[in-house]
């Protein structure tokens, strides 16, 4: 049932978005500890700590995150992941060459709690 609503709820909400993939790196501070996203680049994966993302502006002007289980490492996991929030301590500005691909003019992401959508594949964030 959960599932049958999350896609109804996916194709209802984001028709006629699109999407771009990106490398999120997710922490904070110069070091990328503690919650927040530390960087979102064009660049490939290197780090435990990042993971690609498919990023798609909604009609709503709203962010989404999709990311791959498969692509998420364990500690990421546990560390960003596993209590259904994304937690934001502290807001993140899209850098302007992530806008300009997304065709936004800017985008703050607000610090806060964000819930995480799961389904078998992957995991859904909406900012």
């Known amino acids: 049932m959960k599932k049958s ?7 209802c909400l984001y028709v ?3 999407a771009d993939t990106f490398t999120i790196r997710f922490g904070k501070g110069a070091e990328c500890t503690g919650f927040n996203i530390c960087a979102i680049s064009t660049g490939p994966v290197k780090e ?11 009609k709503n ?11 998420l490492t364990d500690r990421a996991y546990f560390k960003f992941f596993s ?10 500005t899209l850098p302007q060459e992530i ?7 800017s985008y ?4 806060g709690r ?9 995991y859904l964030i909406v900012f």
Not at 49 to 55: C, G, L, R
Not at 61 to 68: L, N, T
Not at 108 to 111: A, E, K, P, V
């Open 114 to 122: 964000y819930e995480i959508s799961t389904d078998n594949t992957q």
């Open 99 to 105: 806008c300009a691909q997304l065709h936004l003019d």
């Open 61 to 71: 002007k709203h962010i989404q995150f999709a990311i791959q289980r498969k692509d």
């Open 5 to 11: 609503i999350f896609i109804l709820l996916h194709l």
């Open 48 to 58: 435990y700590n990042e993971a690609v993302v498919d990023v798609t502006v909604t």
């Open 16 to 18: 006629e978005a699109y």
């Open 83 to 92: 209590t259904g929030v994304f937690v934001m301590d502290g807001d993140y």
């Open 108 to 111: 703050t992401i607000h610090s």
